[in-house]
C-alpha cells in the first residue's frame, strides 16, 4: 500500500491541483477559475487539505471546502461547502478522503467553521453518511421543470422513439390544459437585467433573509462574486426596481445537461411584501431561456418555500427523478455548531438553489 501524508494547502499548490483534477476527472481546469473559487471568495479564509506521497513527493488527493458567510438561527456564521474531493486512483481504498475529510473538519470546527453542507454524487454519498456524520437534507432532490420543447424531455422517459412521437402531442396539450387551469394573476412589474449588484440587495438582503433559517448570505459582496464576477460570467440577472429600491432579482444559468440545452435558475430572492414579482422574474428568465432554444428551465426549491406557489403559476412542475442524468444528494454535516442536529439536519430551516451547487 503506497503511503502519504497530509497538509495545508501553500500558494503554488494550485498548480499541481490542476494536474490531479485534469487526471482523474479528465476535463480541464483552469487556474482562473480555481484561484476565483478558492482565493477570491469573499470570506478570504481558505480549507484545502491536500494528500502527498511520501515516496515521489507527488500531489496524490485533496479534501476541500469553500468557507461562505451563512445566517445560522439568528447568527451570522462561516459555513462551508464541500467540493472538489478526488483521489488519485493508485491511491484507492485507502480511507484517504475519509482521513482527510475527519482532519479537516477537525481544523475548521477549531477555526469558528460549524457548518459543511454539499451536493454528493452517488459514488461519494455513500462514504460520507456511513462515515462523516453527514445526513441528507431531502432525497430525492426537488426539481421544478418548465417544459419548452417536449421531444427531448419525453426521449430521457420513455423507452422509444416511436412511444415518443406517439406520446408528444398528449404531453403538450395536456401540460398546456395544466397550465390553464392554475389561473394566472394579474401583475404590474417591469423586469430588466443587470450587469452586477449594486448597494441596494444589501437591503433586499435584511428585508428577505428570514425566508429560511439556514442560507447563505446573499448580499453584494457574494452576489457579485458568485455571478458578475465570475470567470466564465455566463449568467444573466434579472431584476425588479421600484424607483431607487430593488425589490428582488432572478439568476439564470444556460448549459447542457445530459444533451438538453437547459435553462437553470440559479438564484432568486424578493422582497416578502412584493406580490407577484417571483412570477415576472421567473416568466422574464424562461422567455430568455425559450429564446436561446433550451428545451426546458429547471429550479431547484424546497417544498416549503414560498416561491414553490409562484413556480407553479409560471407552469414548473415536479420533475420525476429519472428525468435527472445522475443521482445527486443534498446533505449537511454538524462541525460543531451551537445547534442541535436536529436542527441543522431539518430541512424545512433551509433555503437552497442551484447557485448554491459549484457546477451551476
Not at 125 to 136: A, C, E, I, M, P
Not at 319 to 335: H, I, K, T
Request: charged share 25%; aromatic share 12%; proline share 5%.
Amino acid at each position: 500500500m503506497a503511503s502519504w501524508t497530509s497538509r495545508l494547502y501553500q500558494p503554488g499548490d494550485e498548480y499541481v491541483i490542476k494536474e490531479l483534477y485534469e487526471s482523474v476527472f479528465n476535463v480541464p481546469k483552469s487556474i482562473d477559475f480555481w484561484r476565483w473559487r478558492y482565493l477570491e471568495n469573499p470570506t478570504g479564509r481558505i480549507a484545502i487539505l491536500l494528500a502527498v506521497s511520501d515516496e515521489e513527493q507527488s500531489l496524490v488527493g485533496q479534501y476541500t471546502l469553500c468557507p461562505l458567510l451563512m445566517k445560522l438561527g439568528n447568527k451570522d456564521v462561516v459555513g462551508s461547502l464541500s467540493l472538489d474531493t478526488m483521489v488519485h486512483p493508485d491511491f484507492r481504498r485507502q480511507g484517504m478522503l475519509k482521513k482527510l475529510a475527519k482532519n479537516l473538519y477537525r481544523l475548521m470546527a477549531a477555526e469558528g467553521i460549524p457548518l459543511v453542507y454539499g451536493f454528493p454524487n452517488e459514488q461519494s454519498h455513500h462514504g460520507l453518511t456511513k462515515y462523516l456524520d453527514w445526513k441528507d437534507l431531502v432525497d430525492p432532490l426537488p426539481i421544478y421543470v418548465r417544459p419548452l420543447k417536449f421531444s427531448g424531455l419525453l426521449k430521457r422517459v420513455l423507452p422509444s422513439d416511436y412511444l415518443t412521437r406517439v406520446s408528444y402531442p398528449v404531453a403538450k396539450f395536456g401540460y398546456q390544459i395544466l397550465r390553464r387551469t392554475r389561473g394566472r394573476q394579474d401583475r404590474q412589474f417591469t423586469v430588466t437585467t443587470l450587469a452586477r449588484f449594486d448597494e441596494r440587495v444589501d437591503k433586499l438582503w435584511h428585508q428577505a433573509r428570514e425566508i429560511a433559517q439556514i442560507l447563505v448570505h446573499r448580499d453584494r459582496s457574494y452576489l457579485n462574486w458568485r455571478y458578475a464576477f465570475h470567470p466564465r460570467s455566463d449568467y444573466t440577472i434579472f431584476a425588479i426596481e421600484d424607483k431607487e429600491e430593488l425589490l428582488g432579482y432572478c439568476v439564470l444559468r444556460i448549459q447542457d445537461l445530459a444533451g438538453l440545452q437547459t435553462g437553470f435558475i440559479a438564484d432568486l430572492l424578493v422582497n416578502p411584501e412584493a406580490n407577484y414579482a417571483p412570477d415576472a422574474l421567473l416568466e422574464a428568465a424562461v422567455r430568455q431561456a425559450e429564446a436561446a432554444g433550451c428545451d426546458m428551465v429547471n429550479c431547484l426549491m424546497l417544498e416549503h418555500i414560498l416561491y414553490i406557489a409562484a413556480l407553479k403559476r409560471c407552469g414548473f412542475i415536479r420533475a420525476p427523478a429519472r428525468v435527472m442524468p445522475q443521482e445527486l444528494y443534498l446533505g449537511v454535516r454538524n462541525n460543531g455548531s451551537s445547534h442541535p442536529d436536529a436542527f441543522i439536519h431539518n430541512s424545512r430551516n433551509w433555503y437552497i438553489t442551484w447557485g448554491d451547487h459549484d457546477r451551476v
